[in-house]
């Protein structure tokens, strides 16, 4: 009879697994754990990071709600250093826990996407983006980063093709400029999460800065070189209201 009970319970946690996948990487203990406090998603919360990188735990509109009620989703808090994605709209955390954890990767993406619609509209409007990045997560700030970037470099291309031959080498003196402005935000006094954040900026603007110069010592004028189309390039596609990748 116990090898026909651990045989139900094995389908059992089988058939869980197949409705919310994410549950195939945690262990047998915290799925039963899980499953056995699915119906109060404050219990769940310490299991999210298990089933999302880099996510701590949702933030819930109460902590401990009465008897027979579910918890409203407010956002998304992250485990690593301190960053905390409000949602536009609240989630009421019902259901099966496999479906309401499904409903929150899609809540997740959704959001985000949201999130980087409204990064890309207040990208140096009206803030300067040595000051704008610290209104936005590190993975918004990058991609937005990246997409007026390669904005940036084609428009420099079309300006070259127009009768500026020197339209890429001047965005190289802008891209110099940003670096040197981001640089001296680093000499205050930043707390740790910030100061993190900023040197990302640097890294990937000191690529971006070195690209561009590769263009402009090997002369190319137009954005199909190889030296342009090589890299993984990010734009903003309005047709979807989102960001798309290149390569």
């Not at 262990?27 to 919360?45: E, F, H, Q, R, Y």
């Not at 819930?60 to 250093?81: A, F, Y």
Request: proline share 5%; net charge negative.
């Amino acid at each position: 009879e116990l090898e026909i009970c651990e045989k139900a319970l094995a389908d059992y946690m089988e058939s869980k697994r197949r409705s919310f996948p994410r549950f195939y990487f945690i262990s047998t203990a915290d799925l039963l754990d899980i499953l056995s406090n699915g119906n109060s998603p404050t219990k769940v919360m310490p299991h999210m990071s298990k089933c999302f990188q880099a996510i701590e735990k949702l933030k819930l509109d109460n902590e401990d709600p009465p008897p027979g009620t579910r918890p409203k989703g407010e956002g998304m808090e992250s485990c690593v250093g301190k960053e905390y994605v409000p949602w536009s709209e609240h989630m009421l955390l019902e259901g099966k826990v496999e479906e309401y954890m499904n409903l929150i990767i899609n809540k997740m993406r959704s959001e985000l996407k949201i999130n980087l619609f409204a990064s890309v509209q207040a990208y140096n409007n009206p803030k300067p983006r040595d000051e704008w990045l610290f209104d936005w997560t590190s993975q918004m700030i990058l991609v937005v980063n990246q997409i007026y970037w390669c904005q940036e470099t084609e428009q420099a291309f079309v300006d070259m093709n127009k009768g500026n031959p020197k339209a890429m080498e001047q965005y190289n003196e802008k891209q110099v400029a940003q670096l040197t402005q981001l640089i001296k935000v680093t000499s205050g006094d930043l707390p740790k999460d910030q100061r993190m954040k900023v040197m990302n900026m640097i890294t990937i603007d000191a690529h971006s800065r070195d690209m561009i110069q590769k263009v402009v010592d090997c002369g190319k004028t137009t954005k199909s070189a190889f030296e342009w189309l090589s890299q993984l390039r990010t734009y903003w596609d309005e047709s979807v209201e989102d960001a798309i990748i290149r390569i």
